[in-house]
């Protein structure tokens, strides 16, 4: 079978989904209206997707609320929740390959990188069942006075999790796993681009509930527009909000929330940077650094885009990276050889152009890339752009595409703040022969990760930003720890 063969065939599995999915099973929907998915290399709609209405979000806060105050989950306990969360992944794990050629029509991820993307997600489901394992719920500490207190951790109740496009099931792993784990009840409402691979997710929960594994009401997925979607950050039956995406819409989903001071986690945008000192070994910065910016076509919020390097070393750091962009396959991403696909939409894809257009304008050079490089699908070429300066649109504001932004510094407490001159503070890195310095460059750089001589992506550790990166942590303990209260419960001294 031809690899044009090979792609019809996995394009002709996915079908429509005309029903939304409200406590554990699908349902017809209170009105009519479809969400288009469009497949970004043929540029063709590949499947329609029921929007939820106000009304459908409603019942799906009802049925979180309704399975919530009843106590069967949450009174569930915390390693049986993981068991059911281990069976949970299993259950997707056989669904791997459906999940591979959703993640190449819904982000445009080349066959390789979705096939490993999801199969790292599935990890990342069982890390947080092994989490909630060894969570402490009750722990008892002496007080001062002789007595005996005891702080008890307890599910935050009804979270809703509103999800982006560029990660579908992985941010479920970050977000609904933990709160499930946690004995939360949850609204998904999942992006209009990407609706399909939580569909899958959705299957699996339909199963899980219909075999007694998990109670009714406890887990709703829907797709909707702003409107559907602002009804459920405003609705007062709903504990907590959890949302990934822009920085824009975090501070609308924060203003939201603060009429009823809502319980709110944020993991917004980044315009990273990577601080490349004069000692650095030009091998070891380029195994990192292009992949680093260019990962799902720039499309990830923690892409190394800002690249800053002293005048000494400017000349040889751009005709490395030069060349190193220069070899990435990009292409069809149906063909296993491509590591760069198109990006997701048109729209991003006219975005990016405006950015490259804008960097331009203001006096910045293209030195490699630029283009389309493609005559069909939305893609943008692996672009380096020179001669940036830190107060530009390019530097300050985050691109979502595979743009790099080379910028110089005067010494390294000039990088350090040109690095830190940025509303957000996601990831970073730092290389340097001595590894130790950089961990002290590291200290002094105002973001959530910062990688040194590296491009470690481990989400079983916690992540999350400073300033307009957001708010609260995902993975490992502490995210975990997000969607669960602490009651301290207090009980008498001993007479003396």
Same mark, same amino acid.
């Given at each position: 079978?031809?690899?044009?063969e090979?792609?019809?065939?996995?394009?002709a599995t996915?079908g429509d989904r005309?029903?939304?999915?409200?406590?554990?099973?699908?349902?017809?929907?209170t009105g009519?209206?479809?969400?288009e998915?469009v497949?970004?290399?043929s540029e063709?709609?590949?499947?329609r997707v029921?929007?939820?209405?106000?009304?459908?979000?409603?019942r799906?806060?009802?049925?979180?609320r309704?399975s919530?105050?009843a106590g069967v989950w949450?009174?569930?306990?915390?390693a049986e929740?993981?068991?059911?969360?281990?069976?949970l992944a299993?259950?997707?794990?056989?669904?791997?390959d459906?999940l591979?050629?959703?993640g190449?029509?819904?982000?445009?991820v080349p066959?390789?990188?979705s096939?490993?993307?999801q199969?790292?997600t599935?990890?990342?489901f069982r890390?947080v069942a092994?989490?909630a394992r060894?969570?402490e719920?009750?722990?008892e500490r002496?007080?001062?006075d002789?007595g005996?207190?005891?702080?008890v951790?307890?599910?935050?109740?009804?979270?809703?999790?509103?999800i982006?496009?560029n990660?579908?099931?992985?941010t479920i792993?970050f977000?609904?796993?933990?709160?499930?784990a946690?004995?939360c009840?949850v609204?998904?409402?999942?992006?209009p681009?990407a609706p399909?691979?939580?569909s899958?997710?959705?299957?699996?929960?339909g199963e899980l509930?219909?075999e007694?594994?998990?109670?009714?009401?406890?887990?709703?997925?829907?797709a909707?527009?702003?409107?559907?979607?602002e009804?459920?950050?405003t =609705?007062p039956?709903v504990d907590?909000?959890?949302f990934?995406g822009?920085t824009v819409?975090?501070?609308r989903?924060?203003a939201l929330a603060a009429?009823?001071?809502?319980?709110?986690?944020?993991?917004?945008g980044?315009k990273?940077?990577a601080?490349?000192?004069?000692?650095a070994d030009i091998?070891?910065?380029?195994?990192n650094?292009?992949?680093g910016?260019?990962?799902?076509?720039?499309?990830a919020c923690?892409?190394?885009?800002?690249?800053l390097v002293?005048?000494?070393?400017h000349?040889?750091?751009?005709?490395?990276?030069?060349?190193?962009?220069g070899m990435?396959?990009m292409?069809n991403?149906?063909?296993?050889? =491509?590591f760069?696909?198109p990006l997701?939409?048109?729209?991003q894809?006219?975005?990016?152009?405006g950015?490259?257009?804008?960097a331009?304008?203001?006096?910045?050079?293209?030195v490699?890339?630029?283009?389309?490089?493609?005559?069909q699908?939305?893609f943008i070429?692996?672009t380096l752009?020179d =001669?940036?300066?830190?107060?530009?649109?390019?530097?300050?504001?985050e691109?979502f595409?595979?743009?790099i932004?080379?910028?110089?510094?005067?010494?390294?407490?000039?990088?350090?703040?040109?690095?830190?001159?940025s509303?957000?503070?996601l990831?970073?890195a730092v290389?340097?022969?001595?590894p130790?310095h950089?961990f002290e460059?590291?200290?002094r750089?105002r973001?959530g990760?910062?990688?040194? =001589?590296?491009?470690v992506i481990?989400?079983t550790?916690p992540f999350g930003g400073y300033k307009?990166?957001?708010?609260?942590?995902?993975g490992?303990?502490?995210?975990?720890e997000e969607?669960?209260?602490?009651?301290?419960?207090h009980f008498?001294?001993?007479?003396?």
């Open positions: 079978m031809t690899t044009a090979a792609s019809v065939d996995r394009r996915v005309d029903q939304v999915f409200i406590g554990g099973a699908w349902v017809d929907s009519d209206e479809w969400i998915v497949d970004s290399w063709q709609t590949a499947a029921r929007a939820a209405t106000v009304e459908d979000m409603a799906a806060v009802r049925a979180a309704t919530f105050d949450s009174g569930t306990p915390i929740r993981a068991d059911v969360i281990d069976r299993d259950k997707l794990e056989t669904r791997l459906e591979t050629t959703l190449i029509l819904e982000v445009g066959l390789p990188v096939a490993m993307t199969q790292m599935i990890g990342l890390a092994a989490q060894a969570v719920v009750v722990e002496p007080r001062a002789g005996v207190s005891r702080i951790k307890e599910p935050n109740g009804v979270v809703a999790v509103i982006p496009w990660g579908p099931i992985g792993a977000k609904v796993i933990p709160a499930l946690a004995g009840s609204v998904l409402k999942t992006s681009e399909l691979s939580p899958v997710f959705a299957d699996v929960i509930v219909a007694g594994a998990l109670p009714e009401g406890v887990v709703s997925v829907v909707a527009d702003r409107e559907a979607s009804s459920l950050v =609705n039956a907590h909000i959890t990934t822009s819409t975090g501070r989903i924060m009429d009823r001071v809502a319980k709110v986690s944020l993991e917004l980044g990273s940077a601080i490349i000192l004069d000692d091998t070891t910065v380029m195994a650094l292009p992949m910016g260019c990962m799902q076509s720039g499309q923690i892409a190394l885009t800002r690249v002293s005048k000494k070393r000349d040889e750091v751009v005709a490395a990276y030069k060349a190193a962009l990435i396959p292409g991403p149906w063909e296993e050889t =491509n760069l696909g997701t939409s048109a729209r894809r006219d975005r990016v152009e950015y490259i257009e804008a331009i304008a203001e006096g910045a050079t293209v490699h890339g630029g283009g389309r490089g493609c005559d699908g939305f070429e692996p752009v =001669n940036v300066r830190n107060d530009m649109r390019i530097a300050q504001e691109v595409g595979p743009v932004s080379i910028i110089t510094y005067e010494d390294e407490d000039d990088a350090v703040a040109i690095a830190n001159d509303i957000y503070g990831s970073g290389f340097t022969a001595d130790e950089g460059i590291a200290k750089i973001t990760t910062v990688n040194v =001589n590296a491009s481990d989400f550790l307009q990166s957001g708010v609260g942590r995902e490992g303990a502490e995210g975990l969607f669960f209260e602490t009651k301290t419960v008498p001294a001993p007479a003396q």
